[in-house]
């Protein structure tokens, strides 16, 4: 059964697309702690995404409720159930707000049906992998954990190249995986919009979720606004667990495939592999 914070994520991600600019910081407020709805009046919900009251009781009927005490009540019966609920001011740690980002991923992932995602990424000839800023190290992990699943998988864009060329030569036998997590570039909207016609997977977070209507594949988690920096925790914990199905999916040919490149790091040498 979800839990009333996975059903409330779940409306914000699927009215996203159609928020306004305000409705927008009060749903990126919210997706990361979905708590402080019951820690916060509307009047401080508002102060602290700097809107208006209005603007947020607008947000709250947008998303499928008839106003704050309403949405509370909601929260709080899980709370009755037995269901950990923060109900006042507290001091979390970082790592907490890790627990709390992989928690929420946890809940996303097991109400989303990746079966189609997993085959097609099992098929597709080519896979080529994009990332920017702080996007990029993902992106290098993602296609280094799929390059153990299956070959010809490319990390795009490397040093001095341009997007242009490589992308010109896609077809509907290539897949393209996006990695957009929050602070992209200011091109980021035109590659988006470039790949719409084309066989392609988003991976962001709640800044992301307005995309959702322009790319075939969205998995999306949540990045707190507690810390900071971010942490990246979440994503990578997505992207493991993304490259674990792939792999499982794939059998014995992911196995054939790991294989040959233990080989390759042996005959190298590439590898320190001493064990005490």
Known sequence: MMTHYHVLLERIANEYAG?????????DFLQSSP?????????????SCGVSKTSVSRF?????YQDHTELRHQLLAEREQGTPVVTGDGVESDIQ????????????LASVDLSVLI????????????GY???YPLALHLRQQLLQCRPNVDLLPTPGQTLGEELASLDEQDFVILVGIRRRPKSFKNLVAYLQAKPCLLITDQSGLKYSNQVAHLLSCHLN???PLDSHAAPMSLIAYLVNRLYLHL????????????????QLEELDEHII
Request: hydrophobic share 40%; aromatic share 4%.
């Open 97 to 108: 707000f890790d627990i709390s980002e992989l928690q929420q991923l946890q809940n996303y």
């Open 251 to 266: 059998g014995s040919a992911a196995v054939q495939q790991s294989s040959a490149v233990s080989q390759s790091y042996a």
């Open 19 to 27: 928020l306004t600019k305000n409705s927008r910081r009060i749903a």
């Open 35 to 47: 708590e402080r709805l019951l820690m916060l009046s509307t009047a401080e919900i508002a102060e």
């Open 119 to 130: 085959e097609t990424l099992a098929q597709a000839r080519r896979i080529k992998v994009i």
């Open 60 to 64: 709250i009927r947008q998303i499928g």
């Open 133 to 135: 800023r702080n996007s």
């Open 225 to 227: 606004n507690e810390t």
